[in-house]
């Protein structure tokens, strides 16, 4: 919505500058997004009174004319009929400029020179040249000479763009910002004649005058849907002379961000501006029949708007139907059937209530949104619809000439409603704390022009009923009131007050706890948190080579997604993590250690999908490049699997490593992480079907855990006693048949020895004297008795039931 | 013997290596050395020069003893001091980097924002991102057909399910889950969803954080102390904010709450549009309907709820002027925020 300073000052006279108006409007809730300063440049454009016409020497259509500005006289060459001995037009003489960056110059007309040219307005508003049958424009008679176009004429404005929230549909009309402005800067509103005859503002909403005449408009109007449409006034005005509303209109509309079109439609828009209420103009005497029907449209019905398309009505949209057929889509925009024109002699004016939702549905199909359909989809005043069409009527017959019937066609199936809330000063002490007293509410609601009624008392409190304009279609309850009082009491104004101090009130939240220090480890293990988008390609999942009875294959697919690459929820953080790969490889990064935690999501037979909370690791290249000191670390299995037993010893899980895990990873070379019977997560390098899938290079590990199982096995640490006694290493080495795991022997060799603090694997070996087909595996083994010192004999003891144990369990020959 | 006694000092003093001294050791203290030659002919003077001479080349012995300790320990710290003098590193070389990881900026935020709320008394409440149109909206005063709807492009998965257009649904869940109890103060962050294809300032998936407070007498005051509080804790103790009447169906009287820019500090620039206010967060008091809808009597208590995104104040703390880095974790980007 955008308001022209000075038309918004002839409603409520504001002694602020524009700038602090602004300031305070945004203060107040109405907020001004942008306040533009528009100028139009005409300098060198004057006033001057036509001398002396003749005719072109030459060239029947043209006229020479001696213009006088004060100070000089020109010769100009026109056909404009308003080239006429007496009158007082503008002149841009050579060397003056008009907007579109023109200069004007002196031009040569079949043999008679111009010195410059006379204005129209299309000309200084738009820079375009005069329309069809469009005059220059003529000043009032007295208008001094000389004067520049800009003085005269007043058309520089500040203009605010208005950035309103859904529920400032009464700020969608200048008088509304009007009234706003009013309550807040105490100055007094100050309506056309007709606004107040109908107390347009008044807490009753508008209502007819005494004086309204009884007189039943000559149309009959049907309204078989009042769900759809449960108002429509219209009144016929005849006689208009076709032409151009007046140059301050053509400025306002478009200062307001409209097109002028001509003087009927711009008085539509003018006053749907002026009062919210949209209005639509038809072409009388194109109308079929002599009832106009709002209906729902029929099947297979079609019209051809004002904009020039063919549109196919959906059954259920609401139009406005003569004899023929559909001649507007409701609230949307007219047919070009029943367009005025510059023929037109006689108009029916439109004025009614559509309801919100199906206009919006409308518009919506037919993505055809229109200040019209702004309006009517946030419901407009129910009452206004008469004064809105006497105060068109009232214009077009001022710049038309044309004869508005007396009174009007007003089909009405609307209950009126008076809508009055009881409001108690105990909602503004609960709600907002300040103490603001019964009496400055009720200064409040008078300003704002609603009808406080007696104030009682209470107990504590103080309580009046409160009438509330219908056209405050915001306002439904009493803390709705509130609102209204706060907002003009000023949120500046309320004093900031801590918390009080309390027991910390939520759902508890032991569990984001152990997520955060999860972080820190995958941080402090040189791992780079990345966070990627849930929404996938179906072929995301498909390049990870699930097949189809793996859950990860189809994800959640959305009903209307932005693009088929946004179109499932992901069930998986890898593909995620290999496009973070995939990226930086393409920006030439050597390696890199990235993890995520987030949702993914599963469809599930309950009315919502699954979602669970998983943690994924992917490792590529060079995690540290090589350097002087040291060789580069690679990207392997066993660098991954450190970080992440690490992790799981650390959150106190106890889990262990089975070999082969699925998709997509390297069969040989990944494991699943199982603790209790359920598989917690999988580890491993990635399939090089998938890295060649990927266009992927070099060494790539990658894991993913189920978040929610790990911080489900998490333990808080007890202290154990630190033994007295020194501990003692011994070394083990044991040849096995190549395909036994580590894993077995050192379950072995724990499960055997007494004692023992530790065991880690310091090597494997499998070359000769090794023989074919078997393997050694070195074991260091470091005992830490708590209650005395272990002796030779005590370790000799220990070796030989780990040898015979090792024999039975795996077949392990000892070598030292 | 004196004249020997000279001799064998000089010699000692002389000794340029430990070896050396090694030598000369076994030269004069050995087995076959000459003082213990010396006094093996102790036996054989005469009785009464035997005591005389015994002491004498004990003495002499001990002198000599002495002295080669003292000559080992100085050869010894010349030899110690001659091998620190070889030992020199170049000390511009770098040193052996460990492996430095960092968190994403968003989750640094988080962290900041999660401690001033802990520090306020408040939890937090992670609820679910797919959700029911009902929980989302129905719950929240946005019944179907509700302008404000329009402004949340919603991302449907059915006809009645959702992604989540903001945390706001957490509201009602968190309350639903404290079955009553008070004081209710938790904030819900997590993961958000519109149908809003990707530039620099819109993605599809973007973050909020939701924070809600029901009690007894909770007023607008307090919600302009708990936000004033945040945003000093957030963007730094100079920090202001502004609050305008704004419109959520959930809240009322509802607000917008504006922190002082954190470029100019107020003054007006570029990144606030010259007004010198940043728009930060949607706010307001828990709307009577929504506080019922959470299994609370709006009648004994009131509250208030504030939202804002994460990204956004991400992206003002730290001056990020495109929201697409965020997603797109390029090592350049992530390296930047290494550290404590």
Same mark, same amino acid.
């Given at each position: 919505m955008k308001v022209p300073w000075k038309w918004l000052n002839e409603y409520v006279d504001l002694d602020w500058t524009v700038e602090e108006t602004c300031e305070r409007l945004t203060l107040l809730g109405?907020?001004?997004e942008n306040l533009t300063l528009e100028k139009l440049? &005409?300098?060198?454009v004057v006033s001057a009174l036509v001398e002396d016409v003749s005719p072109h020497p030459s060239r029947p259509h043209l006229k020479v004319g001696t213009l006088n500005t004060g100070s000089r006289r020109y010769t100009v060459v026109s056909g404009a009929p308003?080239?006429?001995?007496?009158n007082i037009v503008l002149l841009a003489a050579p060397s003056s400029r008009i907007p579109g960056g023109t200069t004007i110059e002196t031009r040569t007309f079949a043999g008679v020179e111009s010195q410059g040219m006379v204005v129209c307005a299309n000309e200084i508003l738009a820079g375009e040249e005069p329309r069809s049958g469009e005059d220059i424009i003529i000043l009032p008679? *007295?208008? /001094? @000479?000389? @004067?520049?176009a800009q003085d005269i004429l007043d058309l520089d404005d500040w203009v605010m763009e208005l950035d309103l929230?859904?529920?400032?549909?009464?700020? &969608?009309?200048i008088m509304g910002v009007a009234i706003e402005a009013s309550a807040l800067s105490g100055k007094p509103l100050k309506l056309p004649d007709v606004f107040r005859k109908w107390d347009w503002a008044g807490p009753l909403g508008s209502r007819r005058p005494?004086?309204?005449?009884?007189e039943a408009g000559e149309w009959k109007v049907e309204l078989p849907d009042p769900d759809l449409c449960p108002r429509y006034v219209g009144k016929v005005v005849r006689g208009v002379r076709p032409g151009y509303a007046p140059v301050e209109v053509e400025r306002r509309l478009m200062l307001a961000g409209m097109r002028p079109i001509s003087a009927i439609v711009d008085v539509t828009n003018y006053v749907m501006l002026e009062t919210g209420q949209p209005l639509h103009a038809f072409d009388l005497d194109k109308l079929e029949g002599k009832v106009i029907s709002a209906r729902r449209a029929r099947r297979g019905e079609v019209i051809e708007t004002l904009d020039g398309e063919e549109r196919q009505l959906e059954e259920g949209m609401l139009v406005i139907a003569d004899a023929l057929g559909p001649v507007a889509v409701a609230g949307v925009m007219g047919g070009a059937r029943t367009e005025v024109s510059m023929e037109t002699k006689n108009i029916l004016l439109e004025s009614a209530f559509f309801a919100p939702i199906p206009t919006r549905k409308t518009y919506r199909k037919l993505r055809l949104r229109t200040e019209a359909s702004a309006r009517f989809e946030k419901t407009v005043?129910?009452? $206004?619809q008469p004064v809105a069409i006497e105060r068109a009527a009232e214009l077009i017959a001022r710049y038309t000439g044309g004869i508005p019937e007396v009174g009007r066609t007003d089909a009405n199936v609307m209950e009126p409603v008076r809508k009055s809330i009881s409001f108690s000063t105990r909602v503004v002490r609960r709600t @907002?704390?300040?103490? %603001?007293s019964a009496g400055k509410c009720r200064e409040i609601f008078e300003d704002l022009h609603f009808a406080p009624g007696p104030v009682r008392k209470e107990g504590d409190f103080e309580t009046m009923e409160v009438t509330v304009p219908?056209?405050?279609?915001? %306002?439904?309850?009493e803390i709705d009131l509130c609102e209204e009082i706060a907002r003009f009491y000023g949120y500046h104004r309320f004093e900031p007050k801590p918390l009080t =101090? $309390?027991?910390?009130? *939520?759902? /508890?939240?032991?569990e984001y706890v152990w997520f955060d220090r999860m972080k820190d480890f995958l941080v402090a293990m040189g791992g780079r948190e990345v966070v990627t988008t849930s929404l996938l390609a179906p072929d995301d999942l498909l390049a990870m080579g699930w097949?189809?009875?793996?859950?990860?294959?189809?994800g959640v697919p959305l009903?209307?997604? @932005?693009?088929s690459s946004e179109s499932i929820l992901r069930t998986s953080l890898l593909p995620g993590l290999l496009k973070v790969v995939s990226r930086n490889q393409s920006v030439r990064m050597p390696g890199g250690f990235f993890w995520e935690t987030g949702r993914v999501f599963f469809p599930s037979t309950e009315e919502l999908p699954l979602e669970a909370l998983q943690l994924g690791l992917v490792m590529y290249g060079a995690l540290k490049e090589g350097s002087w000191v040291e060789g580069e670390s690679e990207a392997t299995f066993f660098r991954l699997k450190g970080v992440t037993e690490t992790l799981l010893r650390l959150m106190g899980c106890d889990a262990s490593f089975l070999p082969g895990a699925s998709m997509p990873f390297h069969p040989g070379i990944s494991a699943r992480v199982v603790a209790g019977h359920s598989t917690v997560g999988e580890l491993g390098e990635l399939h090089p079907l998938v890295k060649k899938n990927l266009n992927l290079t070099g060494k790539c590990a990658l894991a993913w855990f189920s978040v929610e199982a790990i911080l489900a096995m998490a333990r808080e640490k007890r202290f154990s006693p630190i033994s007295k006694f020194m501990p003692v290493e011994r070394d083990i080495a044991v040849v096995v048949?190549?395909?036994? =795991?580590a894993g077995a022997v050192v379950k072995i060799v724990k499960e055997t020895a007494?004692?023992?603090?530790s065991v880690t694997v310091f090597d494997v070996y499998d070359k000769?004297? %090794? =023989?074919?087909g078997k393997k050694s595996i070195a074991l260091r083994l470091t005992y830490s008795p708590t209650d005395r010192t272990l002796t030779e004999e005590d370790l000799s003891l220990d070796r030989e039931r780990i040898v015979k144990a090792l024999r039975d369990g795996v077949g392990g020959e000892i070598r030292l | 013997m004196d004249d020997m006694g000279e001799r064998v000092l000089r010699e000692i003093e002389e000794a340029k290596t430990l070896a050396g001294l090694d030598q000369l050791r076994l030269k004069y203290?050995?087995?076959?050395?000459e003082i213990t030659a010396l006094l093996k002919t102790v036996g054989s003077l005469p009785k009464e020069e035997r005591p005389g001479f015994g002491a004498k080349v004990n003495a002499l012995r001990e002198v000599i003893e002495t002295r080669l300790r003292e000559k080992t320990a100085s050869l010894e710290r010349e030899a110690l001091e001659e091998k620190v003098r070889q030992e020199v590193v170049d000390v511009t070389l770098p040193g052996n980097l460990p492996q430095v990881g960092s968190l994403h900026p968003l989750t640094k935020a988080l962290r900041e924002i999660v401690g001033i709320f802990y520090g306020m008394g408040f939890t937090v409440y992670e609820s679910r991102e797919a959700e029911t149109d009902e929980m989302n909206f129905v719950k929240l005063?946005?019944?179907?057909?509700?302008?404000?709807?329009?402004?949340?492009?919603t991302l449907y998965l059915t006809d009645t399910t959702l992604?989540?257009?903001?945390?706001?649904p957490g509201q009602i869940r968190g309350m639903l889950e404290m079955q009553?109890?008070?004081?209710?103060r938790f904030i819900v962050p997590g993961r958000v969803y519109r149908r809003d294809p990707m530039d620099a300032s819109h993605s599809p998936v973007f973050h909020q954080v939701e924070g809600l407070v029901i009690d007894r007498h909770i007023t607008f005051e307090h919600l302009k102390g708990c936000f004033l509080e945040f945003a000093r804790g957030f963007f730094g103790p100079d920090t202001e904010i502004r609050l305008r009447p704004s419109y959520f169906?959930?809240?009322?009287p509802s607000a917008e709450i504006d922190v002082s820019c954190t470029i100019c500090r107020g003054k007006g620039c570029q990144v606030c549009g010259r007004t010198g206010w940043l728009e930060l967060s949607g706010a307001g008091m828990a709307h009577p309907r929504v506080i019922r809808n959470g299994g609370y009597d709006p009648d004994e208590v009131t509250g208030f709820a504030f939202g804002f995104g994460l990204d956004r104040a991400a992206m003002l703390k730290w001056g990020?002027?495109?929201?697409?880095v965020l997603f797109e974790n390029d090592l350049r980007f992530l390296t930047q925020f290494e550290g404590l």
């Amino acid at each position: 919505m955008k308001v022209p300073w000075k038309w918004l000052n002839e409603y409520v006279d504001l002694d602020w500058t524009v700038e602090e108006t602004c300031e305070r409007l945004t203060l107040l809730g109405v907020k001004v997004e942008n306040l533009t300063l528009e100028k139009l440049d &005409l300098s060198g454009v004057v006033s001057a009174l036509v001398e002396d016409v003749s005719p072109h020497p030459s060239r029947p259509h043209l006229k020479v004319g001696t213009l006088n500005t004060g100070s000089r006289r020109y010769t100009v060459v026109s056909g404009a009929p308003g080239l006429v001995e007496g009158n007082i037009v503008l002149l841009a003489a050579p060397s003056s400029r008009i907007p579109g960056g023109t200069t004007i110059e002196t031009r040569t007309f079949a043999g008679v020179e111009s010195q410059g040219m006379v204005v129209c307005a299309n000309e200084i508003l738009a820079g375009e040249e005069p329309r069809s049958g469009e005059d220059i424009i003529i000043l009032p008679p *007295g208008t /001094p @000479l000389g @004067l520049s176009a800009q003085d005269i004429l007043d058309l520089d404005d500040w203009v605010m763009e208005l950035d309103l929230t859904v529920n400032y549909s009464h700020c &969608l009309s200048i008088m509304g910002v009007a009234i706003e402005a009013s309550a807040l800067s105490g100055k007094p509103l100050k309506l056309p004649d007709v606004f107040r005859k109908w107390d347009w503002a008044g807490p009753l909403g508008s209502r007819r005058p005494p004086d309204d005449p009884d007189e039943a408009g000559e149309w009959k109007v049907e309204l078989p849907d009042p769900d759809l449409c449960p108002r429509y006034v219209g009144k016929v005005v005849r006689g208009v002379r076709p032409g151009y509303a007046p140059v301050e209109v053509e400025r306002r509309l478009m200062l307001a961000g409209m097109r002028p079109i001509s003087a009927i439609v711009d008085v539509t828009n003018y006053v749907m501006l002026e009062t919210g209420q949209p209005l639509h103009a038809f072409d009388l005497d194109k109308l079929e029949g002599k009832v106009i029907s709002a209906r729902r449209a029929r099947r297979g019905e079609v019209i051809e708007t004002l904009d020039g398309e063919e549109r196919q009505l959906e059954e259920g949209m609401l139009v406005i139907a003569d004899a023929l057929g559909p001649v507007a889509v409701a609230g949307v925009m007219g047919g070009a059937r029943t367009e005025v024109s510059m023929e037109t002699k006689n108009i029916l004016l439109e004025s009614a209530f559509f309801a919100p939702i199906p206009t919006r549905k409308t518009y919506r199909k037919l993505r055809l949104r229109t200040e019209a359909s702004a309006r009517f989809e946030k419901t407009v005043d129910p009452t $206004a619809q008469p004064v809105a069409i006497e105060r068109a009527a009232e214009l077009i017959a001022r710049y038309t000439g044309g004869i508005p019937e007396v009174g009007r066609t007003d089909a009405n199936v609307m209950e009126p409603v008076r809508k009055s809330i009881s409001f108690s000063t105990r909602v503004v002490r609960r709600t @907002l704390g300040a103490p %603001i007293s019964a009496g400055k509410c009720r200064e409040i609601f008078e300003d704002l022009h609603f009808a406080p009624g007696p104030v009682r008392k209470e107990g504590d409190f103080e309580t009046m009923e409160v009438t509330v304009p219908p056209r405050r279609v915001d %306002i439904e309850e009493e803390i709705d009131l509130c609102e209204e009082i706060a907002r003009f009491y000023g949120y500046h104004r309320f004093e900031p007050k801590p918390l009080t =101090p $309390a027991t910390p009130g *939520g759902p /508890p939240n032991k569990e984001y706890v152990w997520f955060d220090r999860m972080k820190d480890f995958l941080v402090a293990m040189g791992g780079r948190e990345v966070v990627t988008t849930s929404l996938l390609a179906p072929d995301d999942l498909l390049a990870m080579g699930w097949d189809a009875s793996d859950t990860r294959s189809t994800g959640v697919p959305l009903m209307d997604p @932005l693009s088929s690459s946004e179109s499932i929820l992901r069930t998986s953080l890898l593909p995620g993590l290999l496009k973070v790969v995939s990226r930086n490889q393409s920006v030439r990064m050597p390696g890199g250690f990235f993890w995520e935690t987030g949702r993914v999501f599963f469809p599930s037979t309950e009315e919502l999908p699954l979602e669970a909370l998983q943690l994924g690791l992917v490792m590529y290249g060079a995690l540290k490049e090589g350097s002087w000191v040291e060789g580069e670390s690679e990207a392997t299995f066993f660098r991954l699997k450190g970080v992440t037993e690490t992790l799981l010893r650390l959150m106190g899980c106890d889990a262990s490593f089975l070999p082969g895990a699925s998709m997509p990873f390297h069969p040989g070379i990944s494991a699943r992480v199982v603790a209790g019977h359920s598989t917690v997560g999988e580890l491993g390098e990635l399939h090089p079907l998938v890295k060649k899938n990927l266009n992927l290079t070099g060494k790539c590990a990658l894991a993913w855990f189920s978040v929610e199982a790990i911080l489900a096995m998490a333990r808080e640490k007890r202290f154990s006693p630190i033994s007295k006694f020194m501990p003692v290493e011994r070394d083990i080495a044991v040849v096995v048949q190549a395909g036994v =795991p580590a894993g077995a022997v050192v379950k072995i060799v724990k499960e055997t020895a007494r004692d023992l603090h530790s065991v880690t694997v310091f090597d494997v070996y499998d070359k000769p004297p %090794i =023989p074919e087909g078997k393997k050694s595996i070195a074991l260091r083994l470091t005992y830490s008795p708590t209650d005395r010192t272990l002796t030779e004999e005590d370790l000799s003891l220990d070796r030989e039931r780990i040898v015979k144990a090792l024999r039975d369990g795996v077949g392990g020959e000892i070598r030292l | 013997m004196d004249d020997m006694g000279e001799r064998v000092l000089r010699e000692i003093e002389e000794a340029k290596t430990l070896a050396g001294l090694d030598q000369l050791r076994l030269k004069y203290l050995g087995k076959k050395g000459e003082i213990t030659a010396l006094l093996k002919t102790v036996g054989s003077l005469p009785k009464e020069e035997r005591p005389g001479f015994g002491a004498k080349v004990n003495a002499l012995r001990e002198v000599i003893e002495t002295r080669l300790r003292e000559k080992t320990a100085s050869l010894e710290r010349e030899a110690l001091e001659e091998k620190v003098r070889q030992e020199v590193v170049d000390v511009t070389l770098p040193g052996n980097l460990p492996q430095v990881g960092s968190l994403h900026p968003l989750t640094k935020a988080l962290r900041e924002i999660v401690g001033i709320f802990y520090g306020m008394g408040f939890t937090v409440y992670e609820s679910r991102e797919a959700e029911t149109d009902e929980m989302n909206f129905v719950k929240l005063n946005l019944e179907p057909g509700h302008p404000a709807r329009d402004a949340q492009d919603t991302l449907y998965l059915t006809d009645t399910t959702l992604l989540r257009t903001h945390t706001s649904p957490g509201q009602i869940r968190g309350m639903l889950e404290m079955q009553g109890r008070l004081p209710v103060r938790f904030i819900v962050p997590g993961r958000v969803y519109r149908r809003d294809p990707m530039d620099a300032s819109h993605s599809p998936v973007f973050h909020q954080v939701e924070g809600l407070v029901i009690d007894r007498h909770i007023t607008f005051e307090h919600l302009k102390g708990c936000f004033l509080e945040f945003a000093r804790g957030f963007f730094g103790p100079d920090t202001e904010i502004r609050l305008r009447p704004s419109y959520f169906p959930f809240t009322e009287p509802s607000a917008e709450i504006d922190v002082s820019c954190t470029i100019c500090r107020g003054k007006g620039c570029q990144v606030c549009g010259r007004t010198g206010w940043l728009e930060l967060s949607g706010a307001g008091m828990a709307h009577p309907r929504v506080i019922r809808n959470g299994g609370y009597d709006p009648d004994e208590v009131t509250g208030f709820a504030f939202g804002f995104g994460l990204d956004r104040a991400a992206m003002l703390k730290w001056g990020i002027d495109d929201l697409r880095v965020l997603f797109e974790n390029d090592l350049r980007f992530l390296t930047q925020f290494e550290g404590l």
